[in-house]
Structures are given as C-alpha cells and as structure tokens.
C-alpha cells in the first residue's frame, strides 16, 4: 500500500513540508510514502488546458494520484483559505476524478492558535466535492506548530505523535474494508 503525501507550501522552510517528512517517517512496515513535489510546476487550471491533451505536469500528478492507495495533505493556512496552489492542483483533479472514494487524511498546521482550522474546513469542503473518502482520524488540526515541530523536523510534542500515529492505523484499516 502506498500514500501519495502532499505540502500545501512552497516556502523552503515550510513547517507543513517538514511535517509531512516527519510524518512519512511514521509510517509502519507495509505502507509506502511518496513526496508529491510537482505543485509549483503546474499551470493556473483553467478548462481550457483541461482537454484532451492536458499539459506534462497535469498528467504527472494524475498519474501520482492514480497509483496511490491514499493521499495525506498537510496544509498552511493563508487569508483564511488553503494556498492558491494547493487548491490550483485540487481543481485540476476535478475532471479526471482521481481523489473520488480515495482515502484523504486532511492536516492543517499553523504557527497561530487556531491551527489553520479556516483551511482545515475549506480543504474538507473541496475534498467532499471531489467525492474523497476523507478519514475521520486523519482530520487534524495543529496549532502552534512551530513549539511541536523543530527546526530539523523532529516532532517534539508527545501528544501530537500519538495522534500522527494514529493516521497510520486509519489508513490501514480503509485499505482492509
Ligand atoms: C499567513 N499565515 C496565516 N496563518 C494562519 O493561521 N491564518 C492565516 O489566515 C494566515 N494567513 C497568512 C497569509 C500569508 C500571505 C502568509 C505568508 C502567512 C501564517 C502562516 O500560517 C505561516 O506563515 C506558516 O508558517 C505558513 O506555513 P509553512 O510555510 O510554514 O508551511
């Protein structure tokens, strides 16, 4: 089985970029991660580039998506919503349908109190919209993440380990149904 893992930052020092790494660490035996690294390379979606020859960087996250089992988004939050490149790549999936029934743990990090939790709810709105089987467990909403995460990308904060973990087990037992 394997999960396609996706930051919802382009900033080089990304905490949801070091979250996901640290998170693709967890991973137990039998479950494979993968680093989607093709956001900055995808054009503005517009339908018109959607037709029937859709542009190189396109078909490499469709190709990324169709051969995952499962995909976990760890996201910023910037004025209120997911980052525009973020949602760009969503909305290129509409058409071709490759997040329909996969399971989604949806991840939201911030350095603020609220933990990113207007993204959080917009990342499900658009999730549901694309037909995701988002997980229960895998919703999480992370405040003060620059306290749980340092600066190399260890996870410092015990509770929020037992509850990464957890995503793990979530996956699993929709990969067994
Ligand atoms: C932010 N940030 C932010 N944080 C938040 O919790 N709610 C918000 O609405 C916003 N808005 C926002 C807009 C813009 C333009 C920037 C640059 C930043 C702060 C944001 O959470 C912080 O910069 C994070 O560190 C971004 O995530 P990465 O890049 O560290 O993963």
């Known amino acids: 089985m394997n ?5 919802g930052s382009l900033r080089a020092s990304s905490s949801n970029t ?3 790494k640290a998170i693709m660490r967890l991973a137990p035996a039998g479950i ?6 093709g956001l900055a390379d995808l054009p503005h979606f517009t339908p018109d580039l959607d ?5 190189a960087s396109v078909l490499t996250l469709r190709q990324q998506l169709q051969a995952a089992d499962g995909v976990l988004i760890c996201t ?15 909305d290129w999936t509409v058409s071709s349908g490759d997040f329909s029934e996969k399971p989604v743990a949806a991840i939201s990090a911030s350095p603020l109190w609220s933990g990113g939790d207007k993204a959080h709810a917009s990342l499900l ?3 549901t919209a694309l037909g995701a089987n988002i997980l229960e467990e895998g919703k999480i909403i992370i405040p003060m993440i ?6 190399d990308g260890n996870i410092v904060d015990p509770a929020l380990l037992e509850d990464l973990k957890t995503v793990f087990s979530t996956f699993q037992r929709s990969f067994d149904k």
């Open 32 to 37: 494979e991660t993968q680093l989607y690294q």
């Open 76 to 90: 910023p939050e910037y004025a209120f919503g997911v980052p525009g490149t973020l949602k760009n790549a969503l």
């Open 51 to 55: 037709g029937g020859n859709p542009p």
């Open 18 to 20: 070091r979250l996901v």
């Open 3 to 7: 999960i396609l893992t996706i930051s």
């Open 125 to 127: 709105l658009t999730l």
């Open 146 to 151: 620059n306290k749980k995460l340092d600066a």
